[in-house]
Structures are given as C-alpha cells and as structure tokens.
C-alpha cells in the first residue's frame, strides 16, 4: 500500500508550538512542484470527510487541531489500515497517502483542523467515491 506515516518533532514552548508540516528536502524529486494546500475542518465530533481515492494526486495530511481517525484501503490489494492522528501527540505526525490509495477521516474529537498538500492541484475528474466510513 502507497502510505507513509512519518513522525517529527513540535517545537513548544509557553505559546504554543511551530511544527514544520512539510518542507523540499522531504519531498522525493518528482514532487517537487507546487501542487495545492488546503485545510480541511470537522465542525463536530463523527463527521467524516473524503471516502475517495485519487488516480494521480499524492497528498501529505496533518492533524492541525482535535483527533481523526483514518482507514487506508489498497485498491489493488485490498488491504485496510487503520490510524488515528492527534495534534496532542508529543511528536507531530504527517501521512502521505499515493494514488489508488482509498482514504477517509473521521473526527473523533468535537473539532478537528486538518491541513492537506498535494502535489498538483486538486481536480473534480481525479476523485472516485469510495466509501470507508460512515
């Protein structure tokens, strides 16, 4: 399955934290090029967004505010993987999701924020229902 699910640090201190979401040097040659960012929200808890899959957009997800829970599915293989991202964990997580790779999040939390880059610009004909969660 296309995923990657990397932890790093949260820089904190009496006002809050910096956290560097994704920089050049993270990124493998072919995506280097700016693609789109945006943020997504769940206004209250059991709100799931997404339940799709892209045929060419990579995309890297970071949980900005509240907590998610995610399930992955590989079309090709089938297989399901399930994670939770929290913006209170010690480390900061990001989790980059490849094409033919089915995604859904789902708020666990009242709120929740998360930020998305991908690497071209998000496109209606690129996106495929596929219903994970409900």
């Known amino acids: 399955m296309d995923f990657k699910v990397e932890y790093f640090d949260k820089f904190s ?11 050049a040097s993270n990124l493998d040659k072919k995506f ?3 693609g789109q ?3 997504v929200t ?12 892209h045929k060419r957009i990579r995309e890297w997800f970071g949980v900005v505010h509240g907590k998610v829970s995610v ?7 089938g297989k399901k993987k399930k994670l939770v991202l929290d913006a209170k964990d010690s480390k900061y997580i990001r989790l980059e999701i490849g094409p033919n790779v089915a995604h859904a999040f789902k708020s666990i939390t009242a709120k929740a924020s998360v930020v998305n880059y ?10 495929f229902p596929h219903i994970l969660m409900k």
């Open 13 to 23: 201190d009496e006002r809050g934290d910096l956290i560097v979401f994704l920089k």
């Open 32 to 34: 280097k090029h700016f």
């Open 37 to 39: 960012i945006y943020f």
């Open 42 to 53: 769940f206004k209250k808890k059991g709100v799931v967004r997404a339940n799709h899959y």
């Open 71 to 77: 399930v992955l599915q590989d079309l090709e293989t």
């Open 118 to 127: 991908t690497d071209q610009e998000w496109s209606q004909d690129d996106v």
